[in-house]
């Protein structure tokens, strides 16, 4: 299937390629694009053999401006996907880093985008810039927004500069609000969601989870097929089409941890789940439970397609290696 990105850019720089998106959006892009022109970036976590071996990678430092300047330059790209973030429950944790990762970086990026006439720049937010006092039910794309955490911070003010330089610079820049992401290829840690990813892990290893939130804790929940998907569609949309420039909402599954975890039992056979809240059940209590992404779906047809039942058959099937 093509989603027709080459009409928006021809070569493209992926920043955090061995995060959990990453490590799915950079195989979908070699495959859209040629392996020659998507070019995988890491840091600290090393990439992936499968991703060095399947194309062109480096490594960067994202806080540092010369060295985006000096990869964008010289692998000749003309868009950056700028996936490189410290997640909620880790940036709590360590505030200072989770700010230049994630908001000084995209500074850089954005002012990079500019400066060397990017044709576009893709960067996640989350659910995070949703905050105790925001409406939990069907959050609305526009509502209030006091995030509880630092993660959310910085994403709520890199919401403001991504929408600040599409309208001051002209910049096409495009984001989501991912919510809590599932896969079995990767899994970077460090976020409030983890749980709804480790519960498969145990489940299928030991046959019990010590769940650290709470079993009537609903959130918002995706298959990461389905956010890979979404993402495409949203680099690959005409630009007249889109009305968001800070970063659209993405929804998909609600469901609370009892839920996962009847739904793990139904796939281990004396599966069980002990719930032991920790500090990140505050985190997920200051979270949306459903969120309306209404606005993404009229302008560039995001439809999500995974349920529960599915997901959990394809999360097994995955960790067992089928
Ligand atoms: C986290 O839990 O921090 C992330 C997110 C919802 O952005 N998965």
Known sequence: ?????????????????????????VPV??????????????????????MRRGGPCTTIDVTDRQALHDAIRTHRVDAVCHLSTLLSARGEAEPDRAWDVNL???KHVLD??????????????????????????????????????????????GEALCSYYARRHGLDVRSI????????????GGGTTDYAVEIFFAARREGRYTCFVRPDTVLPLLYIDDAIRGTLQLMAADPAALTVRTSYNMGGLAFSAAELAAEVA?????????????????????????????????????????????????????????
């Open 266 to 322: 139904r796939h281990v056979p004396g599966f069980e789940c002990r719930y032991e809240p920790d500090r990140r059940q505050q985190i997920a209590a200051s979270w949306p439970c459903r969120i309306d992404d209404s606005q993404a779906r009229r302008d560039w047809g995001w439809a999500p397609a995974t349920g529960l039942e599915d997901l959990a058959r394809i999360m097994f099937r995955g960790i067992a290696g089928g």
């Open 1 to 25: 299937m093509s989603y027709g990105l080459s009409a928006r850019f021809s070569r493209i720089l992926v920043t955090g390629a061995a995060g959990q998106v990453g490590a799915d959006l």
């Open 104 to 106: 000084v970086s995209l």
């Open 177 to 188: 609000r991912y919510p809590g992401l599932l896969s079995y290829r990767a899994f970077s």
């Open 29 to 50: 892009l070699r495959a859209e694009l040629g392996a020659e022109n998507v070019i995988a970036a890491g840091n600290r976590t090393p990439l992936p053999e499968e």
């Open 112 to 157: 990079l985008g500019v400066e060397l006439s990017l044709r576009q720049v893709f960067w996640p937010s989350s659910i995070a810039v949703f905050g105790p006092t925001t409406p939990r039910e069907d959050t609305p794309q526009r509502t209030i927004l006091e995030p509880g955490t630092m993660y959310g911070v910085t994403k709520l003010a």
